[in-house]
Structures are given as structure tokens and as C-alpha cells.
């Protein structure tokens, strides 16, 4: 049994319940079986006796429970039945014990806290979470524990004691801790406050529980340097570090653990004409466990034209780019919404937003980068501008202008990756060279090859001539990448393209972590 914990600190009333609840939703959608538990640490036995003004809804369970609102969460959210002895309060647990010392179960010794009190919870959890809960056979694979309260509450105190013995006991590969904290506004500055949530993950390692991630509560999506100073000082990694911000209600809740991906293209009319890059994406997702959440933008739409003859499209296009997780741009044919693509690799260049550009994805990248950078303004294909005066991507020799059918360059071909520690390299395994599909009549200029590497943009893979570029990274950037062969052909379910897989790592910010192990 794998166990994850939720707790919560600076104020009650944090949505520990929506939020453990919501765990449970993204891990049973990746196949696993989930029960829940919830511990209740005020002294009445159970909810039946309370005020509804006081402490919300007695809900209630197929055996006659009347249990916490919470438990009705972890119901609805995960469709399980759940039985009264998967809500613990402290009047359950003293009354138990206080039973057995009656029995004289305990043989004389004196009963206290610590080991009598302790040992009861952690006997009572681990026993509830044996229960088939989803009406199949066996025991669940993973419990939701939800400790209500706050850290630092007294009469939470011996629950977080058991549950640091737990963690002790079943090792660190079965344990998870999840911390909700607020991170308040003050001021007309408007400025994130982290203090709060430092002070509380401080108890709770003085009480002997480090949390393993934070789940942050707040009005606004958490800004970057928010998170970095809740890594610097919580010590939890910044990858670790989830923004659970307002929504309009909480089913949105889940949803703020998938990845959202801005796939920008000619074709979106019709997503079939993606399928494989889409299918690519949820073989990636999966590998990590999370639900692509693909965002379709007219490449058209991103356009400066497009502000003045369709303003409302042109907004809604950059608003969904600009709260991307990543950016793709994949393949495609003719010249329109070419400038919107372009504009759609600069923002990802600049902004540092992974990027993925396939086949005209990673020619985009090419043209975009010789104009800002190289400052060659009429930089183009001459799929584009034949008359360009900047040809950085340039017609095959070996193609044919006056045939379509079967005359592009197709089919597996070897590209050679002569840079080992390109990412790259490191994400196909450091192999010297690989083996994928091609699709295309146009490819990268080998005669400002030169110009744009010492620019910064690095040629990392190339053909078996060593002239044909298919591999492009640039530098200081956590993943800018385009490739003139087409991965997502060779991608499955269990093997997930490495690109693609990189791709999505970097969106969540995990890929360092993947390349170190």
C-alpha cells in the first residue's frame, strides 16, 4: 500500500478535501486503485451530533455513517463507497483505547499518548485501507489521507506523530506528503506573500514530516518567482510546487494537473490532421502520468493582421498561447499563417516557453531566429518568397517541382547527432545516430548554417552527408528544439517518442530531473 497525505497550514478552510480529492481523480486516471481516508481531530465520535452552521453538511454513507462532508467529496470524485471507519476522529480512537484498557487488553501498562495512542491510529489506518472500496475485489493501491485542522493545532498533534511513525515504517517509496498552504495578496502592491507557508512547512518538519510537495492556494496562478522562492526556502523542488488557485468550482480542480499544450497550425479545422502528433503527445503524457490538454490556435489568428479584421479571434489566440505550458508547431505545406508561427517561436524563444517545431516547425524556428537575431528581416523560405534576398530554407536539389505524389524526401532516414551532450542526444539515450521518418520538400540553407550556430542556434543533428541539417536546439533555453523528420510516426503507447517525452517533462519542469536519473 502507497500512502499520500494531504495536510494543511496557515488557516482551515484551505480545500484540503477538493484537493485530496482531486489527487485521487489524477491517480485513478492513470489506472490506479484508490481509497480514502479522512481524520477528523476533534473529540466527538462522529459528525451526527454537529452543527451543519458550524462544521457544513453530515453526510452520510451506505452503512448508516455520518461522516465528515469531505467523505461525500472523495465519493463523488472518485465513485466509491466508503464505510464509516474511513473517517478517524480523536473520539473514535480514545474510545477504542479507552476500551481495551477496560478489557485489560494493555496488561497492566500505563496507558499513554505515545505508544498506546499512536499505535491505535496507525493500526486503524492501515486496517481501513485494506477495504475494497470500488466495489472489485483486493485492496486499493494507493490511500488519500486528508488530516483535518492545521499544523500546530493541538488536538492534532498525536495524528501527526502517528503518521510520522507511518511514513518511518512503510519507507520513503510509500509515502507522499502533500502540504496545502495559502499564499495571500497584501497590499495595493498586489505582491505574493510566501512567509505564511514558509513558517508552516518549518513546523511541520519540526514535528518530523517533510512535505514532498506543495499545493499552494491562491487567487491568481502562482508567478514564477513565487515558486522559486517557496523552493528556496520550503525545500521542496520547484517542479514539486502546485498552484491550486481559484476556480469557478471545483471540478475545475483536477483539470489544473493536466498539461496545457497550444498546438499552433494551418489544419485545426479538422484535429485528424494532427492525429499522430496528438497521439504522440498522450503516449508522452501518460509516461508521466498526466492528461494532455490540447488548446488549437489558427496560426492565422496570432497574426498582426488578424487584430484588425478579426480583433476577438486575435485576442483569444494570444491569450491562449500566452498560458501555455508549451508551444507545437508541426507540420504543414504553403505560406498560410506562416507569420502567425513565427511570431508563435519568437514568444516561446524569449519567454523561455518549451518548444517543439516539426518538419515547417523547426524551418519556422530557423526563419524566426535569422530575423530577430541575425537581424536579416527578409529572412524566408522559398516555399514562401521565392525572391527572398535571405534564403534560410531553401528547396531541395533532389526535388521535383513539377511532380507532387512521392517526390519528397520520405521515409526513415538516419540522422546522425554528432553532439553527445546536445538534449537531444541525451533524450534518444546518448546514441550516435536515429532513425526516423521524413516528410518534406524544403530544408534549412546549409550556407547560413554557419552564421545562425554562431548566433546561438546549435545544428545538433544532421544526415549521413553532414551538410542536411535535421536538429536544431538552442542555447539557455529549458527546451527549444525543432527537427525536419517527423517523430510522432514512430511513437506507441509504451514508447513514448523521446522528443515528445522531453517535451511534456519540460512543460511541468521535471526534464532535469529525468536527464539526472
Not at 412 to 420: A, E, V
Not at 484 to 505: A, D, V, W, Y
Request: proline share 5%; hydrophobic share 40%; charged share 20%.
Amino acid at each position: 500500500m502507497k500512502y499520500v497525505l494531504v495536510t494543511g497550514g496557515v488557516v482551515s478552510g484551505l480545500g484540503k478535501g477538493v484537493t485530496a480529492s482531486s489527487i485521487g481523480v489524477v491517480l485513478k486516471a492513470c489506472g490506479l486503485g484508490v481509497t480514502s481516508i479522512k481524520i477528523d481531530p476533534y473529540l466527538n465520535t462522529d459528525a451526527g451530533t454537529m452543527s451543519p452552521f458550524e462544521h457544513g453538511e453530515v453526510f452520510v454513507l451506505d452503512d448508516g455513517g455520518e461522516v465528515d462532508l469531505d467523505l461525500g467529496n472523495y465519493e463523488r470524485f472518485l465513485d466509491v463507497t466508503l464505510t464509516k471507519d474511513n473517517n478517524i476522529t480523536t473520539g473514535k480512537i480514545y474510545q477504542s483505547v479507552l476500551d481495551k484498557e477496560r478489557k485489560g487488553d494493555y496488561l497492566g501498562k500505563t496507558v499513554q499518548v505515545v505508544p498506546h495512542i499512536t499505535d491505535a491510529i496507525k493500526d486503524w489506518i492501515e486496517s481501513v485501507s485494506l477495504i475494497p472500496v470500488d466495489g472489485k475485489e483486493g485492496q486499493a493501491d494507493v490511500c488519500v489521507i486528508e488530516l483535518g485542522g492545521t499544523v500546530g493545532d493541538i488536538e492534532s498533534m498525536p495524528f501527526i506523530e502517528a503518521l510520522r511513525q507511518l511514513s518511518f515504517s512503510v519507507g520513503p517509496d510509500n509515502f507522499c506528503l502533500i502540504h496545502v498552504s495559502l499564499i495571500p495578496v497584501l497590499g495595493v502592491v498586489g505582491e505574493q506573500k510566501t512567509k505564511p507557508t514558509q513558517h508552516t512547512v518549518r513546523e511541520l518538519r519540526a514535528l518530523g514530516l517533510t512535505p514532498h510537495f506543495l499545493a499552494c492556494r491562491s487567487a491568481q496562478p502562482l508567478l514564477e518567482s513565487t515558486k522559486a522562492k517557496l523552493s528556496q526556502f520550503c525545500h521542496v523542488a520547484a517542479a514539486n510546487i502546485l498552484n491550486i488557485h481559484d476556480v469557478p468550482n471545483i471540478w475545475h480542480v483536477p483539470l489544473l494537473l493536466r498539461v496545457q499544450i497550444a498546438m499552433v497550425g494551418k489544419y485545426i479545422g479538422l484535429t485528424d490532421s494532427y492525429l499522430s502528433v496528438v497521439k504522440a503527445l498522450l503516449h508522452a503524457c501518460i509516461a508521466c502520468s498526466l492528461k494532455p490538454h490540447i488548446e488549437w490556435i489558427a496560426a492565422s489568428d496570432l497574426e498582426d493582421e488578424s487584430e484588425k479584421s478579426t480583433p476577438e479571434a486575435h485576442a483569444a489566440a494570444w491569450k491562449i498561447l500566452k498560458s501555455a505550458e508549451c508551444i507545437l508547431v508541426p507540420g504543414g505545406f504553403g505560406d498560410r499563417g506562416v507569420s502567425g508561427m513565427v511570431l508563435a517561436a519568437k514568444y516561446a524563444r524569449e519567454n523561455k516557453i518549451p518548444y517543439l517545431g516539426i518538419c515547417l516547425g523547426m524551418q519556422i524556428a530557423v526563419i524566426e531566429f535569422a530575423r530577430s537575431v541575425l537581424g536579416l528581416e527578409r529572412a524566408n523560405s522559398t516555399e514562401f518568397d521565392a525572391q527572398t534576398s535571405d534564403p534560410v530554407v531553401i528547396f531541395m536539389p533532389e526535388g521535383s517541382r513539377t511532380h507532387m505524389g512521392s517526390t519528397m524526401r520520405l521515409g526513415s532516414r538516419r540522422t546522425h547527432l554528432h553532439n553527445r551532450d546536445s538534449l537531444t542526444s541525451k533524450l534518444y539515450g546518448q546514441v550516435s545516430y536515429v532513425d526516423e521518418r521524413h516528410r518534406h520538400r524544403y530544408e534549412v540553407n546549409p550556407e547560413v548554417a554557419q552564421a545562425l550556430e554562431e548566433a546561438g542556434l546549435r545544428f545538433v543533428g544532421k544526415d549521413d552527408t553532414g551538410k542536411r541539417v535535421e536538429v536544431i536546439e538552442f542555447q539557455d533555453h529549458p527546451f527549444y528544439v525543432g527537427v525536419q523528420f517527423h517523430p510522432e510516426f514512430k511513437s506507441r503507447p509504451t514508447r513514448p517518442s523521446p522528443l515528445f517525452l522531453g517535451f511534456i517533462l519540460a512543460a511541468r519542469k521535471l526534464l532535469q530531473a529525468h536527464l539526472s536519473n
